[in-house]
């Protein structure tokens, strides 16, 4: 028998091929897990994820969830005991220092732009205004609280005892204090919102951001390191996911890039591309 000139069982293979289609059609996007459970903080690179990779990981069919874990090492914990899949607020000396106490396997695979540790007042306006007895507050932050001490040597206030590895100074090893400040270690929460009790305070851009520290109250910023990068962790087994490489190829996207230059005309952000050129 034919139909319209053409064999029936030709007819039948056709509609075959075209229901088949549509059934794949209707199956596209992520294959395998579609849920994506991000730890977020107050910080900008989970306001970043929320603006710019979310949206576009949505359209690519996977679901997000956050979960909100201020505190890093929390969220790291978080990380390692499959509560989420990943987070933004990491850098490589972190990891692997939480790694090695608490013998887990996260990686990081893709860092993202970056905001410097800077030094910032909301009561004075130059670094030139030190006096005497000064408060200067720095954050009990794991993996940069000697990063944010050695950014008040670098301004000349302080010097630490020489023998005492960079990596490793506290607030105890400050043996050349000329302007007698006092140094006080505080738990970020409560620096974000107790930063206008203190002369001075060094702050992360994951503390800046929140504690409302503008870049033209920054008067002084450290060389950002690759190190301290904050980079996308995962899980080592995740690493080849087809989510992992979801999220890394959103990070290097046109896309991305637009929303990064749309919103960096204070150069606040250092762009992991910025510094590879």
């Known amino acids: 028998m034919h139909v319209s000139g053409y064999p029936r069982r030709w007819v039948l293979s056709f509609v ?23 730890s977020t903080s107050l910080g900008p690179y989970s306001v970043m994820f929320q603006e710019a990779v979310a949206p576009e990981l949505r359209r690519m069919g996977y679901d997000i969830k956050y979960v909100h874990k201020p505190e890093l090492v929390d969220a790291a ?12 607020e990491q850098n ?32 004075h306006s130059h670094l030139d205004q030190v006096q005497p007895g000064q408060s200067v507050a720095v954050p ?4 940069n609280r ?10 000349g206030w302080i010097k630490f005892n020489p023998v005492v590895s960079a990596e490793d100074v506290t607030a105890a090893d400050v043996v050349y204090n ?26 992360p851009g994951s503390l ?18 690759p190190e301290f990068l904050i980079q996308v962790t995962v899980r080592e087994g995740d690493r080849n996911t087809g989510w992992a ?24 952000w250092v762009s992991p591309q910025i510094r590879a050129t």
């Open 16 to 38: 075959t091929v075209v229901c088949l289609a549509f059934a794949l059609c209707a199956c596209s996007g992520p294959s395998g897990k579609k849920l994506l459970r991000i």
């Open 77 to 88: 914990l978080a990380l390692a005991n499959k509560e989420v899949d990943l987070n933004v």
């Open 92 to 123: 490589s000396r972190f990891t692997t220092s939480f790694n090695e106490q608490h013998g887990t396997k996260l990686i990081n695979i893709q860092p993202i732009p970056s905001i410097e540790v800077g030094l910032y007042s909301s009561i």
């Open 140 to 143: 009990d932050f794991p993996g």
């Open 146 to 155: 000697a990063r944010t001490l050695k950014l008040l040597e670098q301004a």
């Open 178 to 203: 000329p302007y007698d400040l006092k140094i006080k270690t505080i738990p970020p929460t409560t620096l974000i919102n107790s930063v206008k009790d203190y002369d001075w305070v060094v702050l």
């Open 208 to 225: 800046a951001f929140p504690a409302g520290m503008s870049p033209d109250q920054r008067l002084l910023g450290e060389t950002l390191a």
């Open 245 to 268: 490489t979801a999220v890394t190829r959103t990070y290097q996207s046109k896309s991305f890039e637009r929303y990064l230059q749309a919103r960096n005309t204070d150069e606040r």
